[in-house]
């Protein structure tokens, strides 16, 4: 695979247990992407997994080493020690993180550091999770509503452009249930090499396909939802 391209997980097909998730977060990633320009930062990089969907001047992967994520095959250019982000004030024109925020135990903190080095009028674009089961333990340690998401950056000193739930209530539900039977029926299946390959492919593409035709059929709610997707600026007055 080429640096910067898709990989699957990420851009996956029906079959792929946590599809709903991430096809709702690629359209909405790429949706925004073409608001990011200049000097890009990528605050907790990792492969880069969205790389190609930006077309920036340069492109900077920043990442914590920590015992719950090994960063073997990674695309990291500068790591930094959880406090203190290694570049001067006022650096970047734009900065992107995906799926990193609900990691950072002290996202108050770091986020005034993420202010600091972009320049005035700079923009950020950044996903977090609302509905998953814990991940890369030991460092899980939030979940963000709405509200609480937009209230954090508007007491740091942005503005929320846009902001956008990936996903609705029913697609939630099921997916939720997806990722139960994958962590916790699958692992059983795999011991019978002759049905797992069909299990996988009759269980994910099945409650896939019933997520995306309930989802249309139920009544739309959105007070459960999968991902936060926010869009902000940095306040030109500060």
Same mark, same amino acid.
């Given at each position: 695979?080429?640096?910067?391209?898709? !990989?699957?997980?990420?851009? $996956?097909? @029906?079959?792929?247990?946590?599809?709903?998730?991430?096809?709702?977060?690629?359209?909405?990633?790429?949706?925004?992407?073409?608001?990011?320009?200049?000097?890009?930062?990528?605050?907790?990089?990792?492969?880069?997994?969205?790389?190609?969907?930006?077309?920036?001047?340069?492109? @900077?992967?920043?990442?914590?080493?920590?015992?719950?994520? $090994?960063?073997?095959? %990674?695309? @990291?250019?500068?790591?930094?020690?959880?406090?203190?982000?290694?570049?001067?004030?006022?650096?970047?024109?734009?900065?992107?993180?995906?799926?990193?925020?609900?990691?950072?135990?002290?996202? %108050?903190?770091?986020?005034?550091?993420?202010?600091?080095?972009?320049?005035?009028?700079?923009?950020?674009? @950044?996903?977090? $999770?609302?509905?998953?089961?814990?991940? %890369?333990? $030991?460092?899980?340690?939030?979940?963000?509503?709405?509200?609480?998401?937009?209230?954090?950056?508007?007491?740091?000193?942005?503005?929320?452009?846009?902001?956008?739930?990936?996903?609705? !209530?029913? %697609?939630?539900?099921?997916?939720?249930?997806?990722?139960?039977?994958?962590?916790?029926?699958?692992?059983?299946?795999?011991?019978?090499?002759?049905?797992?390959?069909?299990?996988?492919?009759?269980?994910?593409?099945?409650?896939?396909?019933?997520?995306?035709?309930?989802?249309?059929?139920?009544?739309?709610?959105?007070?459960?939802?999968?991902?936060?997707?926010?869009? !902000?600026?940095?306040?030109?007055?500060?």
């Amino acid at each position: 695979m080429k640096k910067g391209e898709l !990989a699957y997980e990420f851009n $996956p097909g @029906i079959t792929y247990p946590a599809y709903l998730t991430r096809k709702r977060l690629l359209a909405s990633i790429r949706k925004s992407s073409k608001d990011l320009t200049g000097r890009m930062l990528d605050f907790g990089c990792g492969t880069k997994p969205y790389f190609n969907l930006f077309k920036v001047e340069q492109y @900077i992967g920043l990442d914590f080493e920590n015992p719950g994520h $090994p960063h073997f095959n %990674e695309q @990291i250019d500068v790591f930094y020690d959880g406090k203190h982000i290694p570049f001067q004030d006022n650096y970047f024109d734009a900065v992107f993180s995906s799926e990193v925020f609900e990691h950072v135990f002290n996202l %108050e903190e770091v986020l005034k550091e993420i202010y600091r080095v972009m320049k005035p009028g700079a923009k950020i674009l @950044i996903t977090c $999770p609302f509905s998953i089961c814990e991940h %890369e333990a $030991p460092n899980d340690f939030a979940r963000y509503s709405s509200f609480a998401i937009r209230d954090l950056f508007n007491r740091n000193g942005f503005k929320v452009l846009k902001q956008e739930k990936t996903g609705n !209530a029913v %697609e939630t539900v099921f997916q939720l249930w997806i990722m139960y039977i994958h962590q916790h029926i699958t692992p059983y299946v795999r011991k019978i090499p002759i049905v797992r390959s069909v299990f996988r492919f009759i269980t994910y593409t099945s409650l896939n396909i019933m997520a995306l035709i309930l989802g249309k059929l139920l009544p739309l709610r959105q007070d459960l939802y999968l991902n936060n997707v926010v869009l !902000a600026e940095k306040n030109n007055l500060s």
